[in-house]
């Protein structure tokens, strides 16, 4: 079958087409054919070698595929051949066929496309959790989502203002994507690639600034973000979309109180009570209209090296996938 692999870290170019062979589904297991692929920032750390866990080589990325089911193993009596279904995977989602657990599966409502439905689980859990979970949002709150325009920040500025926050502030590096991050609700936009950006969070705040902070980018954007937290403000970090992590001392965090938690989407799954109930939460809310899923573009598996340059530089809007 055909993958995409890399066999060295570093840049999109060491995304290549390889030949494997088809994996057979064990007890417990099942084979699926991919029909759509999640691409995300996870991937291109794996690719990086800059992952928050060791990737080891050479490695096949993607954690996210919606597909149809060819083969079960011995022992899976609750799905059958011919099934649609959506899963999170540890690794390996760039290829024509995976074998995960029948355990991890969602089924697929007939009236969600195979494209919407893998724009979801890993993006979808991710936003929900980062606001409830690990930033504990109350109503009234001021959010500030970096990156509003993405996969996350575009289901996080939806879900902000579903939970009941009282502002939301997205940042995004062009006017284009400000527009788009306005149309889904959010109620002040920034161009957070200017040096005032902090400024303009303040001020649209009236000087009090944030109360739950959504950070991924790192560097300089993790040190200014602090700057603009209010007192008992959250800041939540999921990744270092820049490459640059930031090196603070917490002892900086004592005059306003303030928090910074770790997200690690995985650490999620790990635990049915947190991530079955929101995801059946979610799939309510995209089916009833009220979560609307943005699908920047749909390429081909073999053009996996150009969504990555896309995406890390800024030149993409919401979930990309790719197909076999």
């Known amino acids: 079958m055909k993958v995409i692999q890399f066999e060295e870290y570093g840049g999109p170019e060491v995304l290549r087409p390889a030949e494997v062979d088809k994996p057979k589904p064990k007890a417990g297991e099942v084979l699926i ?7 995300n920032y996870a991937d291109t750390a794996r690719r990086e070698g800059a992952y928050v866990v060791p990737t080891p080589l050479p490695f096949i990325p993607g954690a996210e595929v919606a597909g149809v089911i060819e ?8 799905y059958k051949v011919g099934d649609r279904i959506v899963t999170l995977i540890g690794s390996g989602g760039y290829s024509e066929y995976v074998v ?10 007939e009236d969600l496309t195979d494209e919407v439905a893998v724009s979801l689980p890993l993006q979808g859990l991710t936003a929900y959790h980062l606001l409830t979970t690990m930033g504990r949002l109350e ?25 009941g926050a009282g502002k939301i502030i997205a940042t995004a ?21 200017k040096d005032d950006w902090r400024e303009v969070v303040m001020r649209v705040t009236d000087g009090k600034g944030v109360d739950i902070a959504l950070e991924m980018v ?31 001392h917490p002892s900086g965090l004592m005059n306003r109180n303030l928090s910074i938690i ?40 073999e053009d996996a090296a150009q969504v990555h340059e896309s995406m890390q530089t800024r030149k993409t809007k919401g979930k990309l996938i790719l197909k076999p």
């Open 33 to 39: 054919a991919v029909t759509a692929i999640g691409v």
């Open 71 to 78: 083969e079960v193993g011995e022992g899976v009596d609750h």
């Open 100 to 109: 995960t657990k029948a355990a991890a599966l969602i089924p697929l409502p």
């Open 139 to 163: 109503k009234g709150e001021t959010v500030l989502v970096h990156a509003g325009a993405g996969g996350v920040g575009s289901l996080a500025i939806q879900l902000a203002k579903h939970f």
């Open 173 to 193: 590096s062009t006017e284009e994507k400000r527009t788009a991050a306005r149309d889904l609700g959010a109620d002040h936009t920034v161009d957070y690639t």
């Open 218 to 248: 790192g560097g300089d954007i993790f040190h200014e973000t602090i700057r603009c937290m209010r007192s008992f403000g959250r800041m939540v970090v999921y990744g270092v979309a820049s490459g640059q992590p930031a090196e603070m």
């Open 262 to 301: 770790g997200f690690f989407l995985p650490e999620i799954m790990k635990k049915p009570i947190l991530f079955e109930r929101s995801l059946q939460e979610l799939l309510k809310l995209v089916q009833s209209g009220k979560l609307k899923l943005t699908i920047g573009g749909v390429y081909q598996l």
